[in-house]
């Protein structure tokens, strides 16, 4: 179905910038040191340095020492998996993991400001990612580039995160516009392109959340309908002079026979990632829901073995998949789905689930912010 819509050009702005040193270490802030590649399973086979090659990889990522691991995207090239994870007190810290090695990354608190969540949701390349932290309970976005971090609030905005970012620096998210208590999961979509705000609503949508944006500017995300369900969509044609006229066009999707989808990833070739959920209750709980590839118009299920809960968060290039999974014991895990050469088209894995044997946790029992 597509949709036509006109999206609200935001001119000079209050863009509210705080330009400070990175505090990305090496020493990781959610339990031990970084690991080298030789020790960590994920590095050999992100690379292709396994045996099993009849097909895609599985590989569960853990952050050293950390209660909780939520991955957020993948980088284009597939060489970097940004996200966040939950350490023994229950703060949350971003982090990158690049050749072997985990870096934290969290906003600086000073005396007036202290930060008690930073999360990082998406990277274009090696020292370019976005995310979004809390402070006095009050979400910000944040654009860390070359060790310098940039505060991004919308204007009037009680709250405002940062989710995607393609190579022409195009950053989308969302904001709270104060009708809904929504804080770091937003109402309201937008662009921010050239210091400049794009306002993006679905029609008719109670919310609308703007995820990722590849480097065509095509933007995935999904909506909130009237009755509380969830829609995928593909935002396509939001160029400069068609932002100024015509606004682009909306196309809506949803797994066949889903009762809830939620569209997070997307790659310069068009693929979208994302989850879907078959099975009540699909709001705040984790149960019931499962990952999906959405290719060329054709839709393939995608379950991490072991997991009863999954989602899928970013699609690299050549279709290697993030997300996330939670396990039989109710702890929170990120994967990396990686194609071997042999089989470059992709492929999926299921498991076989069963509602019994689901057990009901929420997204308030891991304090990760916003889990996709």
């Known amino acids: 179905m597509y949709v036509k819509t006109g999206l609200i050009s935001m001119p000079n702005p209050t863009f509210k910038v705080s330009a400070m040193a990175a505090l990305a270490v090496v020493v990781f802030a959610c339990g031990r040191m970084p690991e080298k590649a030789a020790d960590n399973p994920f590095i050999a086979k992100a690379h292709g340095l396994t045996e099993d090659s009849n097909g895609p990889t599985f590989t569960t990522i853990d952050v050293p020492g950390a209660t909780a691991t939520v991955a957020r995207d993948i980088s284009p090239t597939g060489d970097a998996i940004v996200g966040t994870c939950q350490d023994a007190v229950r703060q949350s810290h971003g982090f990158e993991l690049r050749n072997g090695v985990y870096t934290t990354i969290d906003f600086p608190s000073d005396i007036a400001t202290k930060v008690t969540l930073t999360e990082t949701n998406a990277i274009v390349r090696e020292d370019d990612v976005v995310g979004a932290y809390r402070s006095a309970n009050k979400f910000h976005g944040y654009r860390l580039r070359e060790d310098e971090f940039t505060k991004i609030d919308f204007p009037g905005a009680t709250d405002t995160a940062a989710y995607g970012i393609n190579s022409g620096g195009d950053i989308t998210g969302v904001y709270c516009d104060g009708s809904l208590p929504c804080g770091g999961s937003g109402n309201r979509g937008f662009l921010l392109s050239e210091g400049q705000f794009t306002l993006i609503d679905f029609p008719g949508a109670i919310r609308t959340s703007t995820i990722k944006i590849n480097r065509s500017g095509d933007i995935a995300g999904f909506y909130e309908d009237a009755q509380g369900l969830l829609h995928g969509f593909l935002l396509e044609g939001l160029g400069e002079e068609q932002r100024r006229h015509s606004g682009g066009m909306f196309t809506t999707f949803d797994f066949p ?44 299920p995608t379950d991490f073995p072991g997991a009863h809960w999954i989602r899928a968060v970013g699609i690299s290039a050549r279709g290697d998949i993030a997300g996330n999974y939670l396990d039989f014991g109710g702890k929170m895990h990120a994967f990396l789905i990686s194609e071997t050469p042999e089989n470059p088209s992709g492929g999926s894995s299921q498991v076989e689930v069963r509602n019994e044997d689901l057990i009901d946790v929420t997204a308030e029992d891991v304090d990760l912010g916003t889990i996709l």
């Not at 809830?260 to 829901?289: E, F």
Request: aromatic share 10%.
């Open 257 to 300: 026979g889903a009762i809830s989808t939620r569209a997070v990833g997307l790659n310069a070739r068009g693929d979208i990632v994302g989850s879907y959920c078959n099975a009540p209750p699909c709001g705040a709980s984790l149960v019931g829901w499962h990952a999906f590839l959405l290719s060329d118009g054709k839709f393939t």
